[in-house]
Each structure stands twice: as structure tokens, then as C-alpha cells.
């Protein structure tokens, strides 16, 4: 199984969050084979207690026992309104149910991107918390503002050289962790 696991937390299949994590994983040179979940591809039904009454959904425990035997995640977190994806919250009320501490001792990455000057911090904020609570490692975390200013799509890289120190720093972190 592979020892890295990323989390797309879009369901937009021209993710802004997706081309910064592929950027990441490129730049990490790394021979581990990293597993990618993208939640548009999930059919995860919205929790509800009277669906988990009936049994865990199929989906929801292979994506569980992929995470459980995976040594780092990376999360690729967009922001919606200021929060969290519907998708992304809804894929951690169900893990929660199946343990409480599903990334317990796993170490963790979150990369946000937006196209505004935020960059999806309060998002990423959000998931720091989040990770704090299901007991995992956050080891690092990065905010890319201004995609569109600082995201070359067609050459897939960051252009901005401080972004791209600020990128490496982050990597580094998770790397070596």
C-alpha cells in the first residue's frame, strides 16, 4: 500500500488545489508511491445516523483502511465560502464514526490554494483544527494566494520564486518528518 495518501478535497474537475498538489508532488522527488482520493470521484452519501444504522458505506471503508495503512497524508484543501468543502466535511463526519482518531499518528500536509489574496487559510485554519482532534501529526501546511498571479497552468508551476522558497520549506518539513 502506499505510504502517502492525497486527499482532494475538490470536486471541480479543473481543481486550482489539484494542479498545486500535482506541483508539490512533483517537486517532493520522492520514489514512494503516493495514492490519490479525489472526492469528485466519491459517491459518498451525506452522513446521516439513519445511514450509518444500515452499515458503513462500501466506499467509505476502503477509503478508511487505505488511510489506515498509509504513513502521511496529503490534503489539497479548497475553500468554499471561507470553509471547508461539503465533501471534505462530509468524508470526515463518516471517518470519525468508524474511529474517532482515524489519522491518529499519520503525518500530515495541507496545501490550500484561492484565487484571492486569502488563499484559503481559513479553510486550511479550519483543517488544522480538525487534525488537532483526530490526533494527527500536522507537519506542515501552505497557502498559495493569488493562483491565478502566481500559477503558471500551462508550464503546471509556481512562478512566484518567494512562493516557491515559502513551497520547498513546507515540502522539506513533510518530507523529512
Same mark, same amino acid.
Given at each position: 500500500m502506499s505510504k502517502i495518501i492525497r486527499i482532494i478535497a475538490s470536486t471541480s474537475k479543473n481543481s486550482i488545489?489539484? =494542479?498545486?498538489? &500535482?506541483?508539490?508532488? &512533483?517537486?517532493?522527488?520522492?520514489?514512494?508511491?503516493?495514492? %490519490?482520493?479525489?472526492? =469528485?470521484?466519491?459517491?459518498?452519501?451525506?452522513?446521516?445516523?439513519?445511514?450509518?444504522?444500515?452499515?458503513?458505506?462500501?466506499?467509505?471503508?476502503?477509503?478508511?483502511?487505505?488511510?489506515?495503512?498509509?504513513? =502521511?497524508?496529503?490534503?489539497?484543501?479548497?475553500?468554499?465560502?471561507?470553509?471547508? %468543502?461539503?465533501?471534505? =466535511?462530509?468524508?470526515?463526519?463518516?471517518?470519525?464514526?468508524?474511529? %474517532?482518531?482515524?489519522?491518529q499518528d499519520k503525518k500530515v500536509m495541507i496545501l490550500s490554494t484561492s484565487t484571492g489574496k486569502g488563499g484559503a487559510k481559513k479553510s486550511l485554519e479550519e483543517l488544522c483544527i480538525i487534525m488537532g482532534h483526530v490526533n494527527a501529526e500536522l507537519v506542515s501546511t501552505y497557502s498559495l494566494s493569488k493562483f491565478n498571479d502566481n500559477f503558471d497552468i500551462v508550464s503546471n508551476k509556481i512562478i512566484n520564486e518567494e512562493e516557491n522558497s515559502n513551497l520547498k520549506f513546507a515540502l522539506d518539513l513533510f518530507i523529512n518528518s
Open positions: 488545489n489539484k =494542479k498545486l498538489s &500535482d506541483y508539490a508532488i &512533483d517537486k517532493m522527488k520522492i520514489n514512494d508511491e503516493i495514492h %490519490t482520493i479525489w472526492l =469528485k470521484d466519491i459517491n459518498l452519501p451525506l452522513f446521516s445516523v439513519d445511514i450509518e444504522n444500515e452499515g458503513f458505506p462500501k466506499e467509505l471503508i476502503e477509503i478508511y483502511e487505505t488511510i489506515n495503512q498509509s504513513q =502521511k497524508i496529503i490534503f489539497a484543501n479548497p475553500e468554499n465560502n471561507g470553509y471547508l %468543502t461539503a465533501a471534505l =466535511k462530509n468524508l470526515l463526519d463518516w471517518l470519525s464514526r468508524i474511529n %474517532t482518531k482515524y489519522l
